[in-house]
């Protein structure tokens, strides 16, 4: 791989194991040279996090709760005194309490409502706020959505809002932040064997019937998303903004399943 990211130094949210979405991005951007910062979510994840951070010679790893204004504030702190500037945010977080992901959608509760909006959506809102001053030569922030936010999908539920959202913000961060030099993307992966897509109900059926469906006949793994990040995070990007991009084999384009399977 080239050093696509050699003098690159990044903050990734979201890496829970070795199967997240985040640490798929993180080892790539690590291989093509990048220099990483993550966090991980709460002290339970701490045994599986520190093995993967020493494996790409990740000196900053803390404990962030992206509704907690203090750790948010320690964390940045530290990378404006280690680095002094951030080149790229990755924000690859979501929540939603696993109860409601089943059932209608009416049925939302208010809180949990407000809740997987705040943590889902608002946080990259705060976070590139957060980073804007960090990123002194420009910069690009990225973030994961799924075609929820598009198309109902079954047991997503109010994730599918929470993801309309957090494509909306996309697009108006990407002009707040284009005179600055800062692109905003995401990336819209199909189903992935990931922790926070075990929480969906149905989740193997759908993985089977997306890849089975797709023009590729495959659904994305970490190296497609990792690569894609990498392309998205680098400076061979640099005309290109406000973009929704799909790792999915296809599948978004397609209407009906293949006849095979109709």
């Not at 990259?124 to 929820?148: C, E």
């Not at 995070?233 to 399977?261: A, K, R």
Request: with cysteine; proline share 3%.
């Amino acid at each position: 791989m080239t050093k696509s990211m050699q003098n690159k130094r990044g903050l990734i949210f979201g890496v829970a194991n070795e199967r997240s979405i985040a640490w798929g991005i993180a080892r790539v951007l690590a291989e093509a040279g990048a220099e990483i910062a993550l966090s991980y979510q709460n002290a339970n994840l701490l045994k599986r996090v520190k093995p993967l951070a020493e494996t790409i010679n990740s000196r900053i790893l803390a404990l962030v709760d992206v509704q907690n204004k203090e750790s948010l504030d320690s964390l940045y702190q530290k990378i404006e005194q280690e680095w002094g500037r951030l080149d790229f945010l990755v924000h690859a977080l979501a929540y939603s309490d696993k109860e409601e992901l089943t059932g209608r959608f009416i049925n939302v509760t208010r809180d949990n409502f407000m809740q997987t909006m705040e943590i889902s959506c608002y946080s990259f809102v705060d976070l590139a706020k957060r980073s804007i001053p960090l990123m002194t030569r420009g910069g690009s922030l990225l973030t994961i959505t799924y075609m929820g936010g598009k198309k109902v999908t079954p047991n997503y539920n109010v994730m599918g809002p929470a993801k309309a959202a957090l494509e909306a913000s996309v697009r108006y961060l990407a002009n707040d932040l284009g005179p600055d030099g800062i692109r905003v993307n995401a990336i819209s992966p199909g189903p992935m064997k990931t922790l926070a897509g075990a929480a969906i109900g149905g989740a193997r059926q759908v993985f089977r019937g997306t890849e089975k469906n797709a023009p590729l006949r495959r659904n994305a793994d970490l190296d497609a998303v990792g690569n894609a990040a990498a392309f998205l995070l680098s400076d061979q990007s640099l005309s290109t903004t406000g973009e929704i991009i799909y790792v999915d084999g296809g599948y978004h384009v397609m209407g009906l399943p293949q006849l095979e399977n109709l």
